[in-house]
């Protein structure tokens, strides 16, 4: 079956720019995570969204990153005024929800920011 | 806090020689335990899983990991390592109700 898909692959933006990244879970998936992957650095938590509860905010590093998430299914991470440091691969993942069970993570959108 | 050690940033190894990547986690009452490999330019896919009962976790690509509840470790194994095997391995804790903590991911690069 169609597993998470992400799009776009790789963005290339000028610093001041705002970006946004899509992420589209597996059907049937409640939950949907966003996080940043810099390099040589760990994932970093972004932020959560479990079916139609608030959303799990507490990982976003500033005010400049926003993410939404409609009708339960598809998310958009929205980057406002990109700096350097926002270059990263942000990975989206899903999971069926509450429980034990494991994500199941997208390729990922590299951003670049000039 | 930091929630997940992984204390090696890179371990190279010789193939058909064993490896074991190590992980430590802050205690907790009950946690769920995951190592995920992310092979290059790839996105994360899952390894193996510890919920509960059995210690010693399976799983795929002849990896397995054993949970030690009294030293918080997690620490993944096996017995020969092959080429393919290259890749980034990140152990990941699960609690918080439904939040990951990830490692900061250890490199394995399998020599010829």
């Known amino acids: 079956g169609a597993g998470v898909s992400q799009s776009p692959s790789n963005k290339v933006t000028e610093k001041g720019k705002d970006v946004e990244l899509r992420c589209d879970p597996i059907?049937?998936?409640?939950?949907l995570y966003w996080y940043r992957q810099s390099l040589g650095q760990g994932l970093e938590f972004l932020i959560y969204f479990q079916g139609n509860s608030a959303p799990d905010k507490s990982g976003l590093p500033s005010d400049r990153f926003s993410a939404e998430r409609t009708g339960g299914s598809v998310s958009t991470l929205t980057i406002q005024r990109t700096q350097q440091e926002d270059s990263a691969v942000y990975l989206c993942?899903?999971?069926?929800?509450?429980?034990?069970?494991?994500?199941?993570f997208g390729p990922g959108t590299r951003l670049t920011v000039t | 806090a930091q929630s997940v050690t992984q204390l090696d940033s890179q371990v190279p190894v010789f193939e058909e020689a064993p490896v074991e990547l190590r992980c430590n986690y802050s205690s907790s009452v009950s946690v769920y335990l995951f190592w995920y490999v992310q092979y290059p330019n790839q996105g994360l896919q899952l390894l193996l899983k510890?919920?509960?009962?059995?210690?010693l976790v399976k799983g795929i690509n002849g990896f397995e990991a054993e949970f030690n509840k009294s030293q918080t470790s997690f620490h993944l194994r096996k017995p020969s390592v092959h080429i393919s095997d290259t890749a980034e391995y990140f152990c990941a804790v699960k609690r918080d109700f439904n939040k990951f903590y990830f490692g900061s991911g250890t490199k394995l690069n399998v020599k010829p």
């Open positions: 993942a899903s999971s069926l929800g509450t429980g034990v069970n494991e994500q199941y």
């Open positions: 510890y919920l509960s009962g059995s210690t």
């Open positions: 059907s049937g998936h409640t939950a």
